[in-house]
C-alpha cells in the first residue's frame, strides 16, 4: 500500500468555524508533511513530523494547528481562519531521506 | 541557500512530439533531485528521483532525466508525448544528511496539442 489518504476531499468554513483535516498513511512512513498549495504555485511547505515529533514549523500562524497522534495519523486543525488561507492542503510521508508520497489533498475554501 | 529554478512558466508541444521541461538548481553539493506531476486539483506524483550513480534516470510513464553536475541542472525528457501528459510539472531538490525540507521551484506547465 503506497498510498496517504487525506479527508475531507473538499472543505468550505466560515471565518469563526473550527474544522479538522486528516491524513493517513499505512506505509511506515516515519515523517509526515503538510503543505499549503494556492493555485498556479508550488506546494508550500508548512509543517514536519517526525517520528512523532513537530521537527519543523514554517512560521505558520497559530490558527492552524497540527497533531499527530499516532505514526499514522496527521491532523491539521483550523480555527478563525482568513479567506487568504482558501488553499489545496496537501499532505504527505515518507521515511527519513527518502522521497515524499503525497495525498490528493483537501480543497479548503474559507468564506 | 538552496533554490530551483524552471525558466518556462508553460511549454506546448504537439502530441507525438518529444519534450524537455528544464530544471536548474543552486546547492553546495550534490542535492537530492526530483520530479514530480500534477494534474489539476490532485496531489503530486513522482516521475523521478536522483540521489546518486547513474546519472540518467529513468522514471514511470517514460519519462527520463538527466543530472548534469557541471551545468547543476536535471532535466526532464520524454521522446514522444501523449495528450495525458498534460500537467503541471515541478522540479524539487531536498538536502542529503539533513533535514526534510524539499525545495520546490515554480513549475512548468504542459500543454499538448492534438
Not at chain 1, 496527521?74 to 496537501?90: M, R, V
Not at chain 2, 519534450?19 to 489539476?40: D, K, M
Request: aromatic share 12%; charged share 20%.
Amino acid at each position: 500500500d503506497t498510498e496517504v489518504t487525506q479527508t475531507p476531499k473538499h472543505l468550505v468554513m466560515g471565518m469563526t468555524n473550527k474544522k479538522s483535516l486528516k491524513c493517513e498513511q499505512h506505509m511506515g512512513h516515519r515523517a509526515m508533511y503538510w503543505y499549503k498549495q494556492k493555485a498556479k504555485k508550488p506546494p508550500e511547505l508548512m509543517f514536519v513530523y517526525s517520528y512523532e515529533k513537530l521537527s519543523i514549523n514554517e512560521s505558520v500562524p497559530s490558527r492552524f494547528s497540527p497533531e499527530c497522534p499516532n505514526s499514522s495519523l496527521l491532523n491539521l486543525h483550523l480555527h478563525a481562519l482568513q479567506p487568504e488561507d482558501s488553499a489545496l492542503y496537501l499532505c504527505a510521508s515518507s521515511q527519513p531521506q527518502d522521497r515524499q508520497y503525497f495525498g490528493p489533498g483537501t480543497r479548503l475554501t474559507v468564506t | 541557500a538552496q533554490s530551483v529554478t524552471q525558466p518556462d512558466i508553460h511549454i506546448t508541444v504537439s502530441e507525438g512530439a518529444s519534450l524537455e521541461l528544464r530544471c536548474n538548481y543552486s546547492y553546495g553539493a550534490t542535492p537530492y533531485l526530483f520530479w514530480y506531476v500534477q494534474s489539476p486539483g490532485q496531489g503530486l506524483q513522482l516521475l523521478l528521483k536522483y540521489f546518486s550513480g547513474d546519472t540518467l534516470v529513468q522514471g514511470i510513464k517514460g519519462f527520463e532525466a538527466e543530472f548534469k553536475r557541471s551545468q547543476s541542472s536535471f532535466n526532464l525528457r520524454k521522446p514522444s508525448v501523449h495528450w495525458s501528459d498534460a500537467a503541471e510539472y515541478f522540479c524539487a531538490v531536498g538536502a542529503p544528511h539533513s533535514s526534510y525540507k524539499l525545495i520546490f521551484g515554480s513549475g512548468t506547465r504542459l500543454l499538448v496539442r492534438p
